[in-house]
């Protein structure tokens, strides 16, 4: 919205001097075979104009067309309600034809009144002073000035009031408005008339501002075609050569210390220099003087310089957008963004997740869990094992595998039927009933019989859970009951009633079916060929 507005503030003013540039060539050969002064080579418009100066004076005793008083004062102290003159003048110009430059200005301290556009007041083209300073024959071929500034109240584009105008009576390739003299001359461009309405500081800028360098301030000279004066480097515009000014309303004190064209007390950094007062979260401190620009509680020298969605994290209260801020503040103050710190400034992760309690949160710790090895190679990046054992080698180690040695089994069902959690095979108990102390599945382990059960899942482990003691739909002592005759804890491999009433039932007999323990490859141990080795 802000570039389109400056877009359309720009074309309507300078369409307008444009149009009288069209018809400038013409007119000045006219102007120049009826004027009788040198002719038009004998001074050339200076192409040098290092030493072309535009400014702000506030006080505008001693300034006039084309002579200024010297002493410049950029600010000055008015009263609510009270209006001055101010002027905006050049210095060490060789010649003009036109110029043309926007005042910058804070609307809600300061209303400009004239000059208003061509014919809106009285004096409306009479404050511009320079131009209107041609000598009238038979000296100079006199001046035909036109302004080509905006209508009042500045209610176009507030804040930013366009001025400017161009003299069809100039002659090519000389002097103006000194054809004579031949001098490089300063002056009064144009004589405002400011009011202030309350308390308050505004700044008059002329520097360039805006999406582009167009709005400030342009001076054409009397070449044919004319030719942009600058200064300097700038060949087009003046950047360098300008002095601005401002307006105190009502108490205050015109003191800058840091010559940035704020007083100090009206400068968000009065020890540092800030001419555009930028300050990105709206604190007492300007940008350029803050130390947490972002007013998120880290200061700006340990926010990250890339890595954020807006780029540098120094503008970015909350570098991931996870809405938790990066430092120790709430930088929107009820918004959706929370206090921090956050503990991964530049990787989202809303839920904080610290599993070792470092400053680091999970999703940007490169080792979660603070034991050495980094997650990358970690067989258990958020259980710290230093040492990284793995009984079963599978990809777990064996701080987070739930099942360690391989059988098929979890270590949970183990502690529960009382099998060894890090033995998969053999140990078997020396008197009945005869099962393994190491698999879990291997509940009737007898040697002898047919089909050979020992180490193996057969159908005499099946058959366990119906004779010769019928294990099968009891339950452990519960609630003060005793334990059901037949019940041992050792055939209940799937803990717990599950959906029946009893421990041991259905899912007990069907687990010893499906089970596919990593020993045997994943496949399943049911009639497996061959027996697990201890």
């Known amino acids: 919205m802000e570039s389109e507005r400056k877009g359309v503030h720009t074309d309507a003013p300078r369409g307008r001097l444009r149009s009288g540039l069209a018809g400038l060539a013409l007119l000045a050969v006219i102007s120049l075979a009826a004027w009788l002064g040198p002719a038009a080579g004998d001074n050339p418009a200076d192409a040098n104009h290092n030493t072309t100066t535009v400014g702000i004076d506030t006080n505008t005793t001693g300034n006039g067309a084309l002579a200024l008083s010297g002493s410049f004062q950029t600010c000055r ?15 060490n110009l060789s010649n003009i034809v036109s110029f043309d430059s926007y005042i910058k200005y804070d609307n809600t301290k300061l209303q400009i009144l ?4 061509s014919g809106q007041y009285a004096d409306s083209t009479s404050r511009f002073l320079l131009q209107q300073a041609q ?6 071929p006199g001046n035909n000035f036109s302004s080509t500034a905006e209508q009042l109240p500045d209610t176009a584009n507030p804040g930013e009031y366009f001025v400017g105008g161009y003299d069809t009576n100039s002659t090519p390739g000389n002097q103006d408005p000194d054809p004579v003299g031949d001098t490089h001359m300063g002056g009064v461009l144009v004589r405002l008339q400011i009011k202030g309405l309350v308390a308050g500081f505004s700044s008059l800028t002329i520097t360039p501002h805006g999406p582009s360098t167009a709005l400030g301030m342009h001076i054409a000279d009397t070449s044919l075609p004319a030719q942009h004066v600058g200064d300097g480097a700038d060949s087009d515009i003046f950047v360098d050569n300008v002095i601005n000014g401002g307006i105190v309303v009502g108490a205050g004190v015109c003191t800058d210390s840091d010559a940035d064209g704020w007083p100090d007390g009206n400068d968000n950094c009065p020890a540092t220099s800030n001419p555009s007062q930028a300050n990105f979260d709206g604190d007492a401190n300007g940008d350029v003087c803050d130390i947490d620009d972002d007013n998120d509680g880290l200061v700006d020298t340990s926010e990250p310089g890339a890595g954020c969605t807006s780029g540098g994290g120094q503008f970015d209260p909350d570098c991931d957008n996870d809405n938790r801020s990066d430092g120790i503040n709430d930088p929107d103050g009820g918004g959706p963004i929370v206090a921090g710190p956050d503990n991964c400034v530049t990787t989202a992760n809303t839920n904080q997740l610290n599993t070792d309690g470092d400053a680091l949160g999970d999703a940007c710790d490169p080792d979660d869990d603070n034991d050495g090895v980094l997650d990358g190679s970690d067989n258990c990046p958020v259980n710290s094992n230093s040492g990284q054992s793995n009984l079963d080698g599978d ?24 099998t060894n959690p890090a033995d998969n ?24 019989g047919i089909p050979a059960t020992i180490n193996k899942i057969t159908i005499q482990d099946l058959a366990s859970y119906l004779a010769p003691v019928r294990r099968f739909n009891t339950n452990p002592a519960i609630g003060g009951n005793p334990a059901d005759p037949g019940y041992h804890i050792r055939w209940d491999i799937v803990p717990g009633p599950g959906f029946f009433s009893k421990h041991i039932n259905i ?4 687990a010893l079916i ?3 323990p990593l020993m045997f490859g994943g496949a399943r141990a049911y ?5 697990c080795t201890p």
């Open 77 to 91: 102290i008015i009263a609510v309600n009270e209006t001055i003159d101010v002027d905006l003048y050049v210095q």
């Open 114 to 117: 004239r000059p208003g556009e």
């Open 135 to 140: 000598p009238n024959p038979p000296t100079g």
């Open 395 to 418: 990809s777990l180690g064996d701080a987070c595998d739930l099942e360690d040695d391989g059988d098929g089994f979890e270590d949970t069902t183990e502690a529960w039927v009382g």
């Open 425 to 448: 095979c053999g140990n078997h108990t020396s008197s009945a009933p005869i099962y393994s102390q190491a698999w879990p599945g291997d509940v009737y382990s007898a040697s002898g």
């Open 507 to 510: 899912q007990d007999l069907s």
């Open 514 to 516: 499906t089970v596919t």
């Open 527 to 531: 009639a497996y060929p061959t027996a």
